[in-house]
């Protein structure tokens, strides 16, 4: 293996292991009502592949403690992966105490709000939405949720 490549495979190791970090402290604090915004997800993968860069050269050593730390990285990149396909794929559910706080990603992505998709709103959801939910000013505000709600057949709140 060339050592750019092994270099690469350390920074993405790296990333993903300080990425399972956030990863876990999202997954917690869905009880809570609240999660992390894709800026942070993208602050700790940076931090994670600069800090893998630095310490290439201690970790691909063939010692005991260099197999330990890889072992460990790819541990928690793994559960890296797990959590992140957790939170894609795991359904949302609109008609709990915590929905309105996917109606910002459901109006459009962006970097102050979770990265993980949230579907469409059922009419009980947009209702949510509108009484619970501060909309920003701009293309992604009320008005539009309004739009959005009756192109999708449900009565206005």
């Known amino acids: 293996m060339s050592p750019e490549h092994e270099l690469t495979r350390?920074?993405?190791?790296s990333a993903a292991a300080f990425l399972s970090g956030i990863?876990?402290?999202?997954?917690f604090l869905n009880f809570f009502c609240s999660g992390l915004p894709l800026i942070i997800y993208l602050l700790v993968g940076g931090l994670g592949s600069w800090v893998g860069g630095r310490f290439h050269a201690r970790l691909s050593?063939?010692?005991k403690r260099g197999k330990?730390?890889?072992?460990?990285?790819?541990?928690?990149?793994?559960?890296?992966?797990?959590?992140?396909?957790?939170e894609s794929a795991r359904p949302v559910s609109w008609d709990t105490k915590c929905s309105w706080r996917y109606c910002g990603r459901a109006m459009a992505p962006g970097l102050f709000k979770s990265p993980f998709p949230v579907g469409t709103p059922t009419c009980s959801g947009w209702w949510t939405c509108?009484?619970?939910?501060?909309?920003?000013?701009?293309?992604?505000?009320?008005?539009t949720a309004l739009r959005r709600m009756k192109k999708q057949g449900c009565p206005e709140p």
Request: glycine share 16%.
């Open 10 to 13: 350390y920074r993405a190791v």
């Open 23 to 27: 990863v876990g402290l999202d997954l």
């Open 61 to 63: 050593r063939q010692t």
């Open 68 to 86: 330990l730390l890889r072992g460990i990285g790819i541990g928690l990149a793994v559960f890296s992966l797990c959590g992140m396909v957790y």
């Open 130 to 143: 509108a009484n619970e939910y501060q909309f920003p000013d701009g293309p992604f505000g009320y008005e």
